[in-house]
């Protein structure tokens, strides 16, 4: 099982933009679906991207074309740029990662898109 933690948010004006990055302790990082959820207080945790383990991604309806995800296995990172930022997209950011039955979450980063 690997260890997440999260980095890069913060407070950003609408239309600004961020780039969270996600490091993995562990070994076989290569092997995991990464990705990236967010959660406002209150509400249910959504998927945000997600990219496997054969590079291939996908992102949720409200993100597509603003946000990309990413992965370096070699520094076992995955990141997500996020340009076009919205007030909506205000939340805490969770990284994800899957193999199989198992599944790991790291403490999450505020991001803030305020005037």
């Known amino acids: 099982q690997v260890q997440l933690v999260e980095s890069g948010g913060g407070l950003v004006q609408p239309g600004g933009s961020l780039r969270l990055s996600c490091i993995a302790s562990g070994s076989s990082f290569s092997s995991y679906d990464m990705a990236w959820y967010r959660q406002v207080p209150g509400e249910e945790r959504e998927l945000v991207a997600v990219i496997s383990s054969t590079f291939s991604t996908n992102y949720s309806d409200s993100v597509k074309g603003r946000f990309t995800i990413s992965r370096n296995n070699a520094w076992r990172r995955v990141y997500l740029q996020m340009r076009g930022l919205n007030l909506e997209d205000t939340a805490i950011y969770y990284c994800?990662?899957?193999?199989?039955?198992?599944?790991?979450w790291g403490q999450g980063t505020q991001v803030t898109v305020s005037p």
């Open positions: 994800n990662a899957r193999l199989g039955p198992v599944t790991s």
